[in-house]
């Protein structure tokens, strides 16, 4: 497994989804059902949508040119870093209201179904879909956006709010989007002056 991809996804995931509406669902799941619970139905749902998004991006690797493919990846990263810049912030009547649709599907049910779908498509999907398709290592991509998911997740559940009073949710998000914009850079001057 290559340790660099590893870690880049791993970062990068990881401060996307710290204090984005995953680790929040997670901290509101946590409050009425056994995390034990909470966490398999959270952690299938992920393992899911990743191994998804890699086949994707593994797709895209065979069918398009490298210089496409990382054109794309770079306009995502420039997109999902400004509008982590611009976030405003969670609606948290409208999680609740997700909630209690979802509430008689028992504990791993609910979590994983609300994690699903409020997960497809997401950025953190995208960008693991991007990495997958710009690297060739599927399983350190997909053990990156996995591991870090999964740990944010925990984090929600173990740590719930006392993370943001520590860390203001402006700041976390602030940050995520510095560095996607860096990994935009960085992606698009290899695209104009290394080629």
């Not at 599907?105 to 497809?120: D, Q, R, W, Y």
């Not at 690297?135 to 956006?145: I, K, N, R």
Request: proline share 3%; hydrophobic share 55%.
């Amino acid at each position: 497994m290559n340790m660099s991809v590893f870690l880049t996804t791993f970062g990068l995931i990881f401060l996307a989804e710290v204090g984005d509406k995953t680790q929040l669902t997670a901290m509101a799941l946590a409050t009425r059902y056994p995390w034990q619970r909470i966490f398999l139905g959270i952690a299938a749902a992920f393992a899911f949508l990743n191994m998804a998004a890699v086949l994707l991006g593994k797709i895209l690797f065979a069918v398009l040119p490298l210089f496409w493919i990382k054109l794309v990846s770079a306009l995502l990263f420039l997109f999902f870093g400004i509008a982590s810049l611009r976030s405003a912030g969670f609606d948290e009547a409208e999680e609740e209201a997700e909630e209690e649709r979802f509430r008689g599907k028992g504990p791993v049910g609910t979590s994983f179904v609300m994690i699903l779908l409020a997960e497809l498509g997401d950025k953190t999907q995208l960008v693991t879909a991007s990495l997958a398709a710009q690297h060739d290592s599927p399983l350190a991509v997909f053990a990156g956006s996995t591991l870090a998911l999964w740990l944010v997740s925990l984090l929600g559940i173990f740590l719930g709010r006392q993370l943001t009073r520590l860390i203001p949710l402006s700041y976390i998000h602030r940050g995520a989007g510095v560095l996607f914009l860096l990994f935009a850079t960085v992606i698009l001057y290899q695209l104009c002056c290394v080629h």
